[in-house]
């Protein structure tokens, strides 16, 4: 976010905070959204990863979804770099790392690594001040991870056909 947006933005009293929480749950709507797309499959996984997730503990599944509502109408208000800049803005240092393994594990999910996602990612790890080396050893530990998952699920569909 440019200095000239940040003095507006308080200016105008719109400045928006978000908790940890959110920040990174905004993140992840930003990375659903990233593609022009938005999957039921990359909703459903930002659910159940965001769950998983330590600080999400005393979060409802209701809970997570009405953050995500209210962060994808955020998102159209303002658009996906403003989303990213204002989650950045709020998120402590010590869940960047996190923010974007996420990103990358949502971007990831359904096989397909498009231009527009490759440009969000890259921008990602540059706003969250991260290096291009630990922003290239999350992602290719991401895609391996998502690259064996799809050959078990491969495997796991061939061995049902034939049990039929």
């Known amino acids: 976010m440019s200095l000239l947006n940040k003095v507006f ?3 105008n009293g719109h400045r928006v ?13 930003s990375a659903i959204a990233s593609d022009g797309y938005l999957l039921e499959q990359e909703t459903e996984r930002v659910i159940v990863l965001l769950s998983q997730m330590e600080m999400f503990k005393s979060y409802s599944e209701k809970q997570i979804t009405n953050m995500l ?3 994808l ?3 159209t208000e303002k658009g996906i770099n403003n989303l990213v800049d204002l989650a950045n803005d709020s998120l402590h ?15 990831l999910v359904d096989g397909v690594l498009s231009s527009k996602e490759q440009v969000f ?7 969250l001040e ?3 080396e630990k922003a290239s050893t999350i992602f290719k530990a991401k895609l391996e991870i998502h690259q064996v998952s799809k050959k078990q699920s ?3 569909k061939t061995y049902q056909n034939s049990e039929q």
Not at 17 to 28: G, K, L, N, T, V
Not at 122 to 127: A, E, H, I, K
């Open 130 to 132: 991260m290096s291009t």
């Open 93 to 107: 240092p010590e869940y960047k790392e996190t923010a974007f393994s996420l990103a990358t594990d949502i971007i």
């Open 9 to 11: 933005e308080a200016y």
């Open 154 to 156: 491969k495997r796991y």
């Open 17 to 29: 905070a978000f908790s940890q929480q959110e920040a990174i749950a905004a993140i992840a709507v």
């Open 73 to 75: 109408n955020t998102l």
């Open 69 to 71: 509502n209210r962060l």
């Open 121 to 127: 990612l890259t921008r990602l790890f540059q706003v």
